[in-house]
T-cell receptor, first 114, second 113 residues
Framework: GAGVSQSPSNKVTEKGKDVELRCDPI?????LYWYRQSLGQGLEFLIY????????KSGLPSDRFSAERTGGSVSTLTIQRTQQEDSAVYLC????????????FGPGTRLTVL | GENVEQHPSTLSVQEGDSAVIKCTYS??????FPWYKQELGKRPQLIID?????GEKKDQRIAVTLNKTAKHFSLHITETQPEDSAVYFC????????????FGTGTQLKVEL
């Protein structure tokens, strides 16, 4: 079946502009995660959605970052007033549920802020 | 919160040799430890995982060991092949933290011919 998909694959924007990144999880997966991977770095947790529960936003680096998940499926990560330090690959992952389940990653969106 | 340290950051081995990557974690309540492999330009993929009620797990040339007392776990790759070249990330899940993974900083493994 189809894996996790993300769009766009690449996004170049100017400092100060807002951007929206989209994630389509695997159908039926109740858990969805956003991570950020800077060049040559590890994966930094941003936010986690599980079913209808309130999302875990503990990893969001500032109030410029927000995410929503509509209808328990597609998620959008929004970055307002982008800064150069926001440049990174943003990875989305989904899993069948909470606890000990493999997370399936999407291909990522490479964001470049000029 | 959880903190995961990973060593080494880079590792070069000759084809056929073994490779070992080590991680330590800070929170003794962590109970699930997956390893992900990320090839250049590709997405991370799970290669093996271990839960805290198990000390060792093997899958063909890959094995993971867990020492809960010392709070460290290791990835062992035997008979390395060029296609093993990639970045490997360890991770830990904190009990009560849902399925939120805390990742190590990654190890760039290069298998040389």
């Amino acid at each position: 079946g189809a894996g996790v998909s993300q769009s766009p694959s690449n996004k170049v924007t100017e400092k100060g502009k807002d951007v929206e990144l989209r994630c389509d999880p695997i159908s039926g997966h109740t858990a969805l995660y956003w991570y950020r991977q800077s060049l040559g770095q590890g994966l930094e947790f941003l936010i986690y959605f599980q079913g209808n529960s309130a999302p875990d936003k503990s990893g969001l680096p500032s109030d410029r970052f927000s995410a929503e998940r509509t209808g328990g499926s597609v998620s959008t990560l929004t970055i307002q007033r982008t800064q150069q330090e926001d440049s990174a690959v943003y990875l989305c992952a989904s899993s069948p549920g909470s606890h000990y389940n493999e997370q399936f990653f999407g291909p990522g969106t490479r964001l470049t802020v000029l | 919160g959880e903190n995961v340290e990973q060593h080494p950051s880079t590792l070069s081995v000759q084809e056929g040799d073994s490779a070992v990557i080590k991680c330590t974690y800070s929170d003794s309540a962590s109970n699930y430890f997956p390893w992900y492999k990320q090839e250049l330009g590709k997405r991370p993929q799970l290669i093996i995982d271990i839960r805290s009620n198990v000390g060792e797990k093997k899958d063909q040339r890959i094995a993971v060991t867990l020492n809960k007392t010392a709070k460290h776990f290791s990835l062992h790759i035997t008979e390395t092949q060029p296609e093993d070249s990639a970045v490997y990330f360890c991770a830990a899940i904190l009990t009560g933290g849902g399925n939120k993974l805390t990742f190590g900083t990654g190890t760039q493994l290069k298998v040389e011919l």
